[in-house]
């Protein structure tokens, strides 16, 4: 397997004619009898690199969101071994104040 330098970077195998064909007309190449040149190089690897980084920062906050859940989770536990720990709006409501704290207050 003939193996071709692409501006310091290695092809795994052999460009078939119809993918080199192709990719000169996409201007991404330039060929020539033994040697092919990359244009654009920066402008192929930029694109994949977004996009490599958006889904980090979308696993990121997934994790995130699975830690906030799961800690959640634990207090409900700890807080009361009988309650369930699906949402219940009693649990995110502060409780009402007595009225002896109201009357401390005053």
């Given amino acids: 397997m ?5 501006n310091s970077l290695t092809l795994s195998r052999t460009l078939t004619s119809e993918e080199i064909i192709e990719l000169e007309k996409k ?9 092919l040149l990359l ?14 980084e958006e889904l980090e920062k979308e696993i990121q906050f997934l994790e995130f969101l699975d830690g ?16 369930s720990c699906t949402p219940d709006e009693s649990n995110y409501l502060p409780p009402p104040p007595s009225k002896t704290k109201m009357e401390e207050i005053e």
């Fill in 2 to 6: 003939m193996m071709k330098k692409l």
């Fill in 27 to 35: 201007g991404m190449i330039l060929s020539n009898r033994n040697t």
């Fill in 39 to 52: 244009k654009n190089l920066p402008d192929i690897f930029k694109d994949k690199k977004k996009e490599r």
């Fill in 68 to 83: 906030l859940a799961r800690m959640i989770n634990r207090r409900k536990v700890r807080g009361n071994e009988t309650q």
